[in-house]
């Protein structure tokens, strides 16, 4: 294995729980109404410091989506997904946007979502894997 390379952000940051790796910028949310099993999920235009694992057809709430899991390059724990295609003409918004589950980052302030603030599914942007 090599070196491991790690972009460092600047500004309102939000980081894997497990070992604080910058992963995204609050400036690059597209959406704060995205739910997934765990709670609350952002949809991203863009993070950093991640590995995009292997392409698999997933069934969520909005319909049939080609995604990827993403795994944290500082720990190798798994923080959201990458929407790789989406099969219904209304979802292609999504593709190539990152999720991050927010029970698995911290967030700009600090604060770790726990799994009882705000839990419920719906809505036109929900997803739930």
Known sequence: MGLLFVIRLEGRIYSCKHCQTHLA???DILSRTFH???????LFNKVVNVTVGLNEERMMMTGMHTVADIFCVGCGSIVGWKYEAAHEKSQKYKEGKFILERFKVTGPDGSNYLLSHEVHVGGSDTDDV
Do not use: D, E, P, V
């Open 25 to 27: 910028l609050s400036h």
């Open 36 to 42: 997934c099993r765990h709670g609350k999920a952002y």
